[in-house]
């Protein structure tokens, strides 16, 4: 079986005296050839998942395969299949050139030296990063520094490609470059980010994590539709527990967005329809009661670019 499958893995962390259940019986699939996208909130186990995709953790329990190896029994064949990115500062050799740092780390990972060579003036051209190739990295901005990320994690022309955060810190521009540059690879792709409106443009299936499950996935369609008509109306008082879906507040009156299965809980003025969005998704699936009086942390927090 190619691509990645994940099946009912447990992850616990025991940490001086104390466990924290990071994932909690997770199954999902992402298909050979796809970009598929984890979203969920800070400690829902993103970042555990994608360790566990490349054997940095091992599960407690489940079963997960990388183009069909499993990633406990068959290590060393799942990170010849992977190509990793993740955010860190200490990724690279700061006086090195990108190209040196990539022929580096390509003689690393068992190229020979004119391999490595014509892989790093492959991959730098793939990521838009070749005039750049022989500039210091310490001179690179972030956009360059992702980008060299993602070529490194190209060097050996791995079939999957595993992204934690990859456009985190990016400008608008730099980061559809950057999408477009995922697109153009054509490999199975499985990447992990904040900002939901990325994650749509650039996925074929998203999954939602929240604490340690996958609550809900499909294709960005698919789960908009799973959460039925969505309306938009006016309240004078939030119900307890509804706080979730306040969009904003005005004058003496919240405006409230939320899918129709809610509506029975709460009397809402000047009703009308919307297009559901990703966000509607997210909030419905994901999002616990945010503070309504907070109204710059708009739907649980500044991170969500609209
Ligand atoms: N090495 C570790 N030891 C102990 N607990 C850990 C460890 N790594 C992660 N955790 C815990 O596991 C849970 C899941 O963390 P994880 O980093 O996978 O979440 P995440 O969804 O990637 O979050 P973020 O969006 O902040 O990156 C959190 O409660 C976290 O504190």
Redo the contacts with the bound molecule.
Sequence with gaps: MSGIVVTDIVKI?S?RGKE?K?LDGVSFEARKGEITSIV??????????LKILSTLVIPTSGTATVNGYDVVKDEKKVRENIGLVTVSDRLFYYRLTGFDNLIFFGVLQGLSLSDAKRRANDVLELVDLYEWKNTQYMKYSTGMQRKLALARALLTDPPVILLD?PTLGLDPVSGRVFRENLQKLKKTVLL?S?YLKEVEDLSKRIIV?KK?HAVASGEPQELKSSIGKVYEGKVYEVPSGMERYVVKIEGNYAVMRLPEREIHNVELYDLREVTPTMDDVYVYFVEEGVDVTREGRRRGGARWRD
Excluded at 40 to 49: I, L, S, V
């Design positions: 962390y940490t924290v990071a969920g909130h800070n400690g829902a186990g993103k970042t555990t998942m955060e992990t904040h994590f340690g």
